[in-house]
């Protein structure tokens, strides 16, 4: 059973950093995209960032470029989102999820994790 479980979450103070992990029980996780999404209270879920299979396509969203990287280590299964610079506005629930190919949207991907919480304070 495929199983992507976040952690790296906590409270912050804005202007500090924060890195996300997410390490995948995908016996091809090489062959996977991965993507970290959020969710804030009452907002809609939206992509943060997404990397291809071998990590050579990678994607942002607006609210998060310059200060956010993702990155992945096939070896260890495990896909990262270094936050920098947070905001109180990136206060949200953070979410992996992976699937074969390319996408970077929620609904076409494969497996979800459950979400690490994420709170910037100002």
């Known amino acids: 059973q495929v199983q992507l479980v976040e952690s790296g979450g906590g409270l912050v103070q804005a202007g500090d950093s924060l890195r996300l992990s997410c390490a995948a029980s995908?016996?091809?996780?090489?062959?996977?995209?991965m993507g970290w999404f959020r969710q804030a209270p009452g907002k809609e879920r939206e992509l943060v960032a997404a990397?291809?299979?071998?990590?050579?396509?990678?994607y942002y969203g607006d609210s998060v470029k310059g200060r956010f990287a993702i990155s992945r280590d096939n070896a260890k299964n495990t896909v990262y989102l270094q936050m920098n610079s947070l905001k109180p506005e990136d206060t949200a629930v953070y979410y992996c999820?992976?699937?074969?190919?390319?996408?970077?949207?929620?609904?076409?991907?494969?497996?979800r994790g459950q979400g690490t919480q994420v709170t910037v304070s100002s």
């Open positions: 990397i291809s299979s071998g990590g050579g396509r990678k």
């Open positions: 995908i016996r091809t996780f090489s062959n996977y995209c």
């Open positions: 999820a992976a699937r074969l190919g390319w996408t970077t949207t929620w609904d076409t991907m494969s497996y």
